[in-house]
């Protein structure tokens, strides 16, 4: 299945493709027909199996753990509808242009809380990225009240941040909120009170892969 945001960029490419077939442009041809079906796998969005429990948090995105480390909570993601000051811990997904760039919420609740911010286009793995690339910040607070900051941030080749929710839209855990084009990295901050359970260098699938889960669920 192609997410509708994609739609407009495969009919361009397949409209190119046929175009140059009709002109006699076989060579240009083959070359946007690679594009179309490169732009369809770009925008393909997969049904997931999320797992059941709300002392879980699923991962919201496709990717590479590519950093897990205590760090300050941004500024826009503190507030009285976000999270407090002070230090948590941040896993990083780095996703390239061949994951999937759907970003899945990765618990059920309501979101609190929106921040854009526009900025730089550096590689989405460098750690600065997390400061100076464009970014959009969300708070998902779930049914007991714990609330839980995840970022998505434009890489090296995206260009544009989609957002499909807003301020009191409920979210199912593993619910789609938004999509990165072309290539991207997200981070959620992990409350305290949580366990990690995600390594660097693994890969994760958005809405079912488990990163975090309760500490009293971990040492029961």
């Known amino acids: 299945m192609i997410h509708r945001v994609g739609w407009p960029f495969v009919g361009a490419a397949a409209a190119g493709a046929v175009l140059a077939f009709l002109l006699g442009w076989s060579g240009l041809g083959w070359i946007a027909l690679a594009a179309t079906a490169a732009t369809a796998a770009f925008f393909r969005d997969p049904e997931r199996s999320v797992p059941p429990g709300d002392h879980l948090l699923v991962a919201p995105a496709d990717g590479l753990v590519c950093q897990i480390a205590e760090v300050e909570v941004p500024r826009q993601l503190v507030g009285a509808d976000g999270l407090d000051e002070g230090r ?19 618990v059920a609740g309501t979101v609190r809380r929106l921040v854009y911010v526009p900025g730089l286009f550096l590689n989405a793995s460098l750690d600065k990225a997390s400061e100076a690339n464009e970014r959009s ?24 941040i989609v957002s499909f929710v807003h301020p009191g839209a409920m979210l199912a855990a593993g619910q789609r909120y ?10 959620l901050y992990v409350p305290a009170g949580w366990v990690v359970t995600a390594r660097k260098g693994q890969r994760t699938v958005g809405g079912e892969t488990v990163v975090a889960v309760r500490a009293s669920v971990a040492s029961g």
């Open 88 to 106: 948590l811990i941040r896993i990083s997904i780095f996703l390239s242009v061949f994951d999937v760039h759907v970003n899945r919420s990765p």
């Open 137 to 160: 910040y969300m708070v998902v607070e779930a049914l007991d009240g714990t609330r839980v900051g995840v970022v998505q941030i434009a890489g090296l080749v995206a260009r544009r």
């Open 178 to 187: 938004g999509l990165i084009r072309f290539g991207s990295r997200t981070d």
